[in-house]
């Protein structure tokens, strides 16, 4: 089982999850998030005034999967996040050992 | 087919020779300044050939220009869901009526009169600080038109704040409801903000690309949102673009465009142009005079009404 997790813009989660959804995926945990990275988040809102916002929306993705979902999953969402430009986010893809079901006790990919 | 460069010098010397200007809006004390001789027009075709005019690098304050933009962020970030506390109707009615949220409690009738954009505004708002909700609006507007001195107009914004009585109103009213999530104060902060960006119309029409070829950035190819998205922000552009002005403006244009009090109008001719206009003066519905007017022309002139030649 792998975990995947993804910062992106919060106007594409919309898009994102309908892609997710095309390659077989029905549960994704969506989190509100703040941050930048190398764009720094800086963005100035009136001209010439010392006014910022140095922190930008995100919305952080959380699904877990089965390892022979990982790939389709993970091309799912770069394709359907990209812009193009500085900002559009990151993917990062890690091994889980273990899942519960809460409700039946299921472990496993039975649990996801 | 005519050049299209000699079109847009043709309407824009006509326009700046024409004495019938219209008036400039004068509810926010800040549009009161405006050079009522102003006019600008930029066209940008699906070769990202720049064709403008006239005062077309001068930035304006879009007002509600924007409303197309943080429709396009709200639907992007909740999808579908937003038509749970916003219609897609024209409403027939001035843009900042009252009369007709009350009718149907608190749910406003679409996402381009006053009460709807701040509806949608409370949807991008929720999970974030109003000033990085602001900040996300600005940055997308800058994405959009590849132009990162976009910028909001301190002044204009401040006389919104001040003076946007009617405003504060729809909210507290939609609040009551339970249609806004946030507290009113901090929606309408952001509300007041992003109707006050200055752009100039060669900025918005490049930022209008992605309408006009199927959600695609047409130069990188990228998309910005889906073709469906794209169709249908077009078709409430359409519909609800121009107020009680929307059923004048199909007539006459023939294309998806949203006006601002400022006098701008951003239109789309699907799969060939993105078009913003600029005149302060305004008709009776609240939309530039000239503006509609330049459009009209240039639909004509080009062929490019949607409803044919």
Known sequence: MKKIEAIIKPFKLDEVKEALQDVGLQGITVIEAKGFGRQKGHTELYRGAEYVVDFLPKVKLEIVLSDALVEGAVEAIRKSAQTGRIGDGKIFVSTIEEAIRIRTGETGTDAI | ?309
């Open chain 2, 1 to 309: 087919m005519p050049a299209l460069a000699e079109v847009v010098a043709e309407i824009a010397d006509e326009m700046r020779a024409r004495p019938d200007r219209g008036e400039v809006a004068t509810y926010i004390p800040e549009l009161a300044r405006a050079d009522p001789q102003a006019f600008g027009i930029a066209v940008i075709d699906a070769q990202g050939q720049l064709a403008a005019a006239g005062d077309s690098e001068t930035p304006f304050s879009v007002q509600s220009i924007t409303k197309v933009f943080t429709l396009t962020l709200a639907l992007g970030k909740i999808g579908d869901r937003l038509w749970r506390r916003v219609g897609r109707e024209p409403s027939g009615n001035p843009f900042n009526s009252i009369v007709q949220l009350e009718l149907e409690k608190g749910v406003p009738r679409n996402p381009f009169i006053n009460a709807g954009a701040i509806a949608v505004t409370d949807a991008i708002l929720s999970g974030h600080a109003p000033r990085e909700a602001l900040g996300e609006i600005l940055r997308f507007l800058q994405f959009l038109a590849e132009d990162p001195s976009i910028a909001i107009d301190h002044a204009v914004a401040a006389s919104e704040k001040r003076t946007g009585f009617r405003n504060v109103a729809l909210a507290n009213f939609m609040k009551s409801y339970g249609v806004l999530d946030n507290p009113a104060e901090f929606t309408l902060g952001v509300y007041f903000h992003h109707c006050a960006v200055a752009m100039s119309c060669r900025q918005l029409a490049m930022a209008g690309r992605f309408l006009a070829h199927n959600g695609r950035n047409p130069t990188t190819g990228l998309a910005v949102i889906s073709p469906e998205r794209a169709r249908r922000i077009n078709a409430i552009m359409l519909t609800c673009g121009h107020y009680d002005g929307s059923g004048e403006f199909a007539y006459r244009v023939g294309l998806p465009g949203k006006s601002g009090v400022g006098g701008g109008i951003l239109a789309i001719a699907p799969g060939t142009a993105s078009i913003a206009v600029w005149s302060p003066g305004l008709d009776t519905a609240g939309n530039s005079h000239l503006g509609r007017l330049a459009l009209e022309r240039l639909t004509k002139r080009m062929g490019w009404s949607i409803f044919g030649e």
